[in-house]
Antibody, heavy 122, light 110 residues
Framework: QVQLQESGPGLVKPSGTLSLTCVVSGGYITMNHWWSWVRQPPGKGLEWLGEIYHSGETNYNPSFKSRLSISIDRSKNQFFLTLNFVTAADTAIYFC???????????????WGHGTVVSVSS | VLTQFPLSQSVTLGQPASISCRSSESLVHSNRNIYLNWYQQRPGQSPRRLIYKVSVRDSGVPNRFSGTGSGTEFTLKISRVEAEDAGVYHCMQSTHWPPYTFGQGTRLEI
């Protein structure tokens, strides 16, 4: 059974860089699925940030494209999020998630990590 | 844009509940499928997909949950709410991808 686990610093300074890791266990990251990052600001709804396929192909939410990068390490079965120039508005729970397939369109996210809390504050 | 309503709902145990999700554009794909999903997020937990393609329940989802809709109007119904159904419910579209988009979420209190 595939499981996802996020990790990263709980606190980031304004204008700094947020870096998160998602470890995939119970299956290979080279399976035919898109791997995504989704976030949830306090008391608000879910917001999709971007995704990566094991080939390295990425898609980003246009709202974040200028400061977001998603990468992958197939040898470690991990994928990563890097968000630059963070502000207090980036304070959120960050989830990694697996789409139901690697095709377009697909049926959304059927596997989620537990989430990691990130606060942006000086 | 997906708009959910109500944003909050209080329902008595054993009574039905209904949550609506309206899209600003048709979610019918050129392949004629509609990629509209519903997620449940219990307090302190990550989201869990309940329904995909408008009405298909995920494995293990109780049959008291049902999804209906077409085009731009969609509804999640719970026939008789139980205590474990408390949480936030999110609709999400994956027809016009990327980006995936979510509704604002509806908080269900039992």
């Amino acid at each position: 059974q595939v499981q996802l686990q996020e990790s990263g610093p709980g606190l980031v300074k304004p204008s700094g860089t947020l870096s998160l890791t998602c470890v995939v266990s119970g299956g290979y990251i080279t399976m035919n699925h898109w791997w995504s990052w989704v976030r949830q600001p306090p008391g608000k709804g879910l917001e999709w940030l971007g995704e990566i396929y094991h080939s390295g192909e990425t898609n980003y939410n246009p709202s974040f494209k200028s400061r977001l990068s998603i990468s992958i390490d197939r040898s470690k079965n991990q994928f990563f999020l890097t968000l630059n120039f963070v502000t207090a508005a980036d304070t959120a729970i960050y989830f990694c998630a697996r789409a139901s397939s690697g095709t377009y369109p697909n049926d959304g996210f059927n596997i989620w990590g537990h989430g990691t809390v990130v606060s942006v504050s000086s | 844009v997906l708009t959910q309503f109500p944003l909050s709902q209080s329902v008595t145990l054993g009574q039905p509940a209904s949550i609506s999700c309206r899209s600003s554009e048709s979610l019918v794909h050129s392949n004629r499928n509609i990629y509209l999903n519903w997620y449940q997020q219990r307090p302190g937990q990550s989201p869990r997909r309940l329904i995909y393609k408008v009405s298909v329940r995920d494995s293990g989802v109780p049959n008291r949950f049902s999804g209906t809709g077409s085009g731009t109007e969609f509804t999640l119904k719970i026939s008789r709410v139980e205590a474990e159904d408390a949480g936030v419910y999110h609709c999400m579209q994956s027809t016009h991808w990327p980006p995936y988009t979510f509704g604002q979420g509806t908080r269900l209190e039992i």
